[in-house]
């Protein structure tokens, strides 16, 4: 693949590897991930590792706003997005 987008002059939209910058969403969101949750527990056991994990998921996901998202919280940004695309493709 990577000869192929060599030889035609395209470029790849996938991040590089070694290469954290090209994606800096999914570095925040790791970030957040290991300093709001990870090093804040001491998991005794896969198990106790996926409920704590997932309790923060939900939080983050559902009832936390971001900035980014114009002060929405993931669901309802991905609720809005999806009602606003309906309507789009019925406009048409």
Avoid at 7 to 23: K, L, Y
Avoid at 33 to 62: G, M, P, Q, V
Wanted: aromatic share 8%; with cysteine.
């Amino acid at each position: 693949m990577r000869d192929w987008i060599t030889a035609t002059g395209a470029e790849s939209s996938c991040t590089e590897p070694g290469s954290p910058w090209e994606n800096g969403s999914c570095e925040s969101f790791k970030g957040r991930l290991r300093d709001e949750c990870l090093n804040k527990h001491l998991f005794t056991s896969r198990r106790h590792a996926r409920e704590i994990i997932e309790d923060w998921r939900i939080d983050y996901n559902l009832n936390r706003p971001h900035t980014s998202l114009d002060g929405l919280t993931p669901n309802e940004f991905a609720t809005r997005s999806a009602t606003n695309h309906k309507m789009n493709r019925a406009s048409l």
